[in-house]
């Protein structure tokens, strides 16, 4: 199973990665735990016209890790970091699991205040990708979408991928054909027209945002991650007490339709629910919840027996609550209305049935007293007919009792 975390961590500055101290390059110990504040990262230059080597050095010229360009993970992870004077940088020694004595450092390298002097801008933005696949780390962006707090478009790209050159599974929802990219530019031509708008961003919305801001992470992108808000998971958690939701169905529940997997719908659609959201969080008007979700919590709660419902027919007369409740919890008047309605229909069929099997047992119960009686008249010295009257007997006292309880149960059945 893809994990997205990690991607998505790299967009805000956050990068982790581990070393072997015995093949690592470093003038600190690399053993047990430490943390480096207010770090560089460095080029240094290699003789023949090679590529330099990076390193990070710390506050007071330490060298803390030197990164060859034959280690490509690493390399292309402090490239986009040389110059910048803001890292930070922590180790934990762990020792390996197969219990040979080696150990290895967990390194966490942080940008701490990258980009944190750009001006907002733009109040709210909204972005969504269409891509080549689930994972992050392999596939890439081929349609990027970004939108502001009224829809108005800001980007919609098409891009050609570098590495990937067909992408059948992805292609069957998205539509998108490797022939329809093959002369788009590649997204890092975009970079700095991408980077300016994430920057000048207030709040940034998507929708599953973990998945989209893994990709651009992958990328080298940057992004506060105060500024970041999970239209899904806001949705789900306040209407349905689940975090996942498909966007379909949210926007359906906005009446809002439209043809999903193009990056471009997808953001006016996330628009649509995260307005949806904002006026649940700050208008308050938490009765105002869209009639499809009512109809489904109405349809769920017909499983619960009358009893119960009799219960708690006061909850829906009362003030709704504060806080911040699924939406299947909300039922309006009029949909109560309804309810008892329907509730009141039940009851009556209810009483019919009960009337009836409570009529069948009276008559078996006459029929067997009236054999009884005969029998034991007819025949008082026939020991075959004083079996027969004391099985009818002990029939008619059974049928009594059963037609007794029915009524008892009759009585005090819950009314609307």
């Known amino acids: 199973m893809v994990s997205y975390k990690k991607s998505a961590s790299k967009l805000f500055g956050v990068h982790t990665f581990t070393i072997e101290p015995d093949k690592a390059v470093s003038d600190a110990p690399l053993s047990g735990t430490r943390r480096y504040t207010k770090c560089s990262v460095i080029s240094i230059p290699q003789p023949n016209n090679r590529k330099p080597k990076l390193a990070i050095m710390s506050q007071k010229g330490i060298k803390l890790l030197e990164v060859s360009p034959r280690n490509y993970g690493k390399y292309a992870m402090l490239e986009p970091l040389v110059g910048c004077s803001s890292v930070s940088l922590?180790?934990?020694?762990?020792?390996?699991?197969?219990?040979?004595?080696?150990?290895?450092?967990?390194?966490?390298?942080?940008?701490?205040?990258?980009?944190?002097?750009?001006?907002?801008?733009?109040?709210?933005?909204?972005?969504?990708?269409?891509?080549?696949?689930?994972?992050?780390?392999?596939?890439?962006?081929?349609?990027?979408?970004?939108?502001?707090?009224?829809?108005?478009?800001?980007?919609?790209?098409?891009?050609?991928?570098?590495?990937?050159?067909?992408?059948?599974?992805?292609?069957?929802?998205?539509?998108?054909?490797?022939?329809?990219?093959?002369?788009?530019?590649?997204?890092?031509?975009?970079?700095?027209?991408?980077?300016?708008?994430?920057?000048?961003?207030?709040?940034?919305?998507?929708?599953?945002?973990?998945?989209?801001?893994?990709?651009?992470?992958?990328l080298g992108f940057y992004l506060d991650e105060s500024k970041v808000t999970d239209t899904m998971r806001q949705y789900g958690k306040i209407?349905?007490?689940?975090?996942?939701?498909?966007?379909?169905?949210?926007?359906?529940?906005?009446?809002?339709?439209?043809?999903?997997?193009?990056?471009?719908?997808?953001?006016?659609?996330?628009?649509?629910?995260?307005?949806?959201?904002?006026?649940?969080?700050?208008?308050?008007?938490?009765?105002?919840?869209?009639?499809?979700?009512?109809?489904?919590?109405?349809?769920?709660?017909?499983?619960?027996?009358?009893?119960?419902?009799e219960q708690n027919v006061n909850i829906y007369e009362e003030e709704l609550p504060s806080e911040h409740v699924p939406a299947n919890q909300f039922v309006n008047k009029g949909q109560h209305r309804a309810k008892k309605v329907l509730t009141s229909k039940n009851y009556n069929f209810r009483s019919f049935v009960r009337t009836l099997i409570t009529l069948v047992w009276i008559v078996i119960t006459i029929l067997c007293t009236l054999i009884t009686v005969g029998l034991i008249a007819g025949s008082p010295k026939d020991p075959t007919m004083l079996i027969g009257a004391t099985f009818t007997g002990t029939v008619s006292v059974v049928c009594y009792k059963k037609v007794k309880k029915l009524k008892q149960k009759k009585s005090s059945e819950p009314r609307n």
């Open 239 to 309: 209407f349905y007490g689940k975090q996942f939701i498909k966007l379909t169905v949210a926007a359906a529940e906005c009446d809002y339709y439209y043809n999903a997997h193009d990056s471009l719908a997808d953001c006016k659609a996330t628009l649509v629910v995260q307005n949806r959201v904002d006026e649940y969080l700050h208008v308050g008007n938490k009765s105002n919840v869209n009639e499809k979700q009512n109809n489904n919590a109405y349809e769920e709660e017909q499983n619960v027996n009358i009893h119960k419902e």
């Open 90 to 218: 922590s180790w934990c020694e762990k020792y390996s699991q197969f219990g040979d004595g080696n150990s290895y450092l967990d390194c966490k390298l942080c940008v701490d205040s990258k980009n944190n002097s750009a001006k907002t801008t733009i109040p709210r933005i909204v972005l969504d990708t269409e891509t080549t696949g689930l994972d992050p780390i392999k596939d890439e962006i081929i349609q990027l979408s970004i939108i502001d707090g009224n829809g108005d478009t800001l980007l919609n790209e098409y891009y050609k991928p570098k590495k990937v050159t067909e992408w059948p599974e992805a292609q069957r929802v998205n539509g998108i054909s490797p022939e329809d990219v093959a002369n788009k530019k590649h997204i890092a031509e975009d970079f700095d027209k991408i980077q300016a708008i994430l920057d000048a961003a207030g709040e940034v919305c998507a929708f599953n945002a973990e998945y989209d801001l893994a990709f651009l992470g992958e």
